[in-house]
């Protein structure tokens, strides 16, 4: 079985300080476990001094965002080249950086390029609105997508890369997605892989659910087939919450092994 993977996304959230009391919270509470993939989303700012405080045998770093060009006159931006020796993973093509910085399709195709160029995996966030969903455009949305993100890809690329579906209509919402809909939405993703990418990139890729996750539905979720781990937002705030989705991940986990 694939190792869990779950990214918690801290979003604009927690100053030096803020995150440092949070990292060593979550060290307290949290093991080192050989089947889960643990890694920290926290703010640009951060991401320097929390690279040397982290367990990495518990933890690993990504970023929130970073700009395509490798290096130039583009004040106030962060390159994939200046992160290279700092994460493992930068998230792609997040819905807030779609709907209120207007990162268009060809930019988020041009960031995925720049993490693999820089020896850095790409999280990549697709997903609908609730208008999408209700006109019955989810696939079309997610075709859209996934066909231009991963057009400058090769096949081996596909298959080392993370995909994370996100409806936005659930995001934060109480109104969660149920597993019978995300159930729906992973078959065509791996499909899509499958039939542009080859089998093997489909079987590779993991693929995580991001949208209202909370320890007490990471069972059900992870029952969906092809789900392979969690984008966590607000619940990654609280180490306690944060830590009961991992515990509830490792343990589901186990069970299942031991099928």
Known sequence: ??????????????????????????????PIYRNLEIVLAPSMLVLQPMSVQLDRRKFRLAAQNAYFRDEGAYTGEV??????????????????????????????????????????????????????????????????????A?????????????????PVWAIGKEDVAKPNQIQVVMDYIHSYINDVF????????????????????????LNVKGVDGFLVGHQSLNYHDFSQIISSASRWQRDNEEQ
């Open 79 to 148: 390159s994939f080249t200046m992160l290279r020796e700092l994460v493992h993973y930068v998230i792609v093509g997040h819905s807030e950086r779609r709907h209120i910085f207007g990162e268009d399709l060809p930019m988020i195709r041009d960031k995925v390029a720049a993490a693999f160029r820089n020896q850095i995996t790409p999280i990549l966030c697709v997903g609908e609105t609730r208008h999408e969903r209700d006109e019955g455009e989810t696939k079309q949305v997610l075709h859209d997508q996934l066909m231009t």
């Open 150 to 166: 991963l057009a400058n890809l090769t096949a081996h690329e596909v298959g080392e890369s993370v995909i994370a579906y996100e």
């Open 1 to 30: 079985m694939k190792r869990i993977l779950i990214v918690g996304n801290w979003k604009m959230h927690l100053n030096a300080s803020q995150s440092s009391l949070l990292v060593h919270r979550l060290a307290e509470r949290i």
């Open 198 to 221: 080859g089998p093997k990139a489909a079987k590779n890729v993991r693929v995580l659910y991001g949208g209202g996750v909370t320890g007490e539905s990471v069972h059900a979720y």
